[in-house]
């Protein structure tokens, strides 16, 4: 800049200078907002020809991660938010409005459970939660006003496998739509859309991210509705931060290697401590695709092992209120995840005190078999010690 002072030119002197030669990596847009050059140029952006405005609308790297997300879920069109429940929240709404209905499955993430059954309750929206296991049942809970029906294709910390095919025939049956969080299973084990789920929603925190370094959320699906949870997401302010789409991007791209091994590691868990002692239960789908059964193991100890023990022999094991790092963790569905379910519904489910979540990583199998064997015995030596 010429003819200005040094005041001046210390705002303005770095940070203009354009760059010719392609990066291998985005840059990160790290702006709240974008500059235009005349009148026209800002109203070119409102005839679609100039590509961003403001961020809490759009960002280009909102952009590359939600395309990315929207690829790998074979959906024509994605947005991504500041987090899975907020993604949650505007694919919800994108649907839903005051008087509505929806219908969700009962053993949801506590944290849906919250949003559904408290928050969008006091915006008029009602929701009926039930067993998705019989598809009949269900469906003689369909009212007037349904407009939405919501479940998980994996279930948290259970591991039941939705019944898809039944969701999408009811919800086409009936002009309803259908929703799906797709968090545990991922895109590499399951593609909701492709078997005509219209909205499939992540928390990102977990495996697309998989680096526990970023909380972020994704929904994908038909067009139609992301651009309404689009508009929602920058009405609300929900919007994922630059450099946390960046991350989540660049942690994207590792998802297959991640998963393969996630999901070959937990299936040998799984098969392992089926025969453990101190062990009374293992949760792990039989089958959910042709790509694995996804890296979350659940076990239930035997009623005379003393969890506190179990907890405290973890070795390099930590217990995490999360799940999906690379990092094999822990953590306790009855003090977090699903502290905020009512304690029948827990009970129902079979969610007690000795149930244990354990999402698998990446490290050496047979250590990991070690460490839970080790635990598991502990367990059951220190309380008999009492
Ligand atoms: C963690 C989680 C969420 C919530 O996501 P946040 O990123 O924590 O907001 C929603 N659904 C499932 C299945 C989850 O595991």
């Known amino acids: 800049m010429k003819d200005v002072h040094f005041d001046t030119s210390t705002v303005h002197a770095a940070g203009h200078s354009g760059v010719k030669s392609v990066s291998k990596v985005k840059p990160i847009y790290q702006t709240s907002a974008f500059t235009f050059s005349s009148l026209d140029d800002l109203e070119d952006y409102f005839r679609g020809k100039n590509d961003y405005l403001y961020t809490r609308m759009n960002n280009p790297n909102q952009d590359d991660f939600a395309k990315g997300v929207a690829e790998l879920e074979q959906a024509p069109a994605g947005v991504v938010t500041s987090s899975g429940i907020s993604a949650i929240m505007v694919g919800i709404l994108a649907v839903v409005q005051a008087g509505d209905h929806i219908l969700a499955c009962e053993d949801l993430y506590g944290g849906t459970y919250t949003l559904l059954s408290e928050e969008l309750k006091t915006f008029g929206i009602e929701t009926t939660f039930v067993s998705f296991e019989d598809m009949d049942e269900v469906e003689k809970q369909i009212q007037p006003n349904t407009k939405l029906i919501y479940s998980e294709s994996v279930t948290n910390p259970l591991l039941r496998v939705e019944n898809l095919e039944g969701i999408v025939s009811l919800a086409k049956k009936h002009g309803i739509t259908s929703m799906i969080d797709n968090t545990f299973a991922t895109p590499f084990v399951l593609q909701p859309y492709t078997l005509g789920i219209d909205i ?90 042709e790509k694995g059964n996804g890296a979350i193991v659940t076990i239930e100890l035997d009623e005379n092992s003393d969890v506190h023990t179990f907890f405290k022999s973890l070795d390099w094991v930590k217990i995490v209120p999360t799940l999906a790092g690379v990092e094999t ?3 306790y569905p009855l003090g977090t995840s699903h502290r905020s379910l009512p304690a029948e519904v827990c009970e129902k489910l079979g969610i007690n005190k000795n149930v244990i979540r354990i999402s698998v990583g990446i490290e050496d199998k047979s250590d990991i078999c070690k460490v839970f064997k080790y635990a598991a015995e502990q367990a059951l030596v220190s309380n008999q010690n009492l």
């Open 329 to 331: 963790t822990v953590s």
């Open 200 to 289: 499939v929603v992540h928390s990102a925190t977990k495996y697309l991210n998989g680096h526990g370094d970023v909380t972020a959320g994704a929904v994908v699906g038909r067009e139609d509705l992301i651009a309404k949870a689009q508009a929602k997401m920058g009405h609300l302010g929900c919007n994922l931060g630059p450099f946390d789409a960046w991350l989540a991007s660049r942690g994207l791209k590792t998802l297959s290697v991640r998963m393969e091994r996630h999901v070959s590691n937990a299936q040998e868990l799984a098969d392992q401590l089926q025969d453990t002692k101190g062990i009374k239960k293992v949760y792990y789908p039989e089958h959910v695709s």
